[in-house]
């Protein structure tokens, strides 16, 4: 499974600062070279349930995959 990078309490940000910070956080994946790192960046609040069903479906997806991997490797 990759790594998922998740923000939480986005709504503490305001959408532009958001968006600058999820673009800060994908340039330094790229540069350090980070391996089996997610290309998605994660954004939710728990207080405005911003992004939490897309996390759930991406992580669901995620799961699911990575066992289909070991169904496969065995």
């Given at each position: 499974?990759?790594?998922q990078i998740v923000l939480t309490k986005s709504?503490?940000l305001k959408d532009d600062k958001l968006y600058?910070?999820?673009?800060?956080?994908?340039?330094?994946?790229?540069?350090?070279?980070?391996?089996?790192?997610?290309?998605?960046?994660?954004?939710?609040?728990?207080?405005?349930?911003?992004?939490?069903?897309?996390?759930?479906?991406?992580?669901?997806?995620?799961?699911?995959?990575?066992?289909?991997?070991?169904?496969?490797?065995?």
């Amino acid at each position: 499974m990759n790594i998922q990078i998740v923000l939480t309490k986005s709504d503490k940000l305001k959408d532009d600062k958001l968006y600058y910070r999820m673009i800060e956080i994908a340039k330094t994946i790229e540069e350090k070279g980070y391996k089996n790192v997610s290309d998605r960046i994660h954004a939710c609040s728990i207080r405005t349930k911003f992004g939490i069903e897309e996390m759930k479906q991406c992580l669901a997806g995620a799961l699911i995959e990575s066992k289909q991997r070991n169904i496969d490797n065995n």
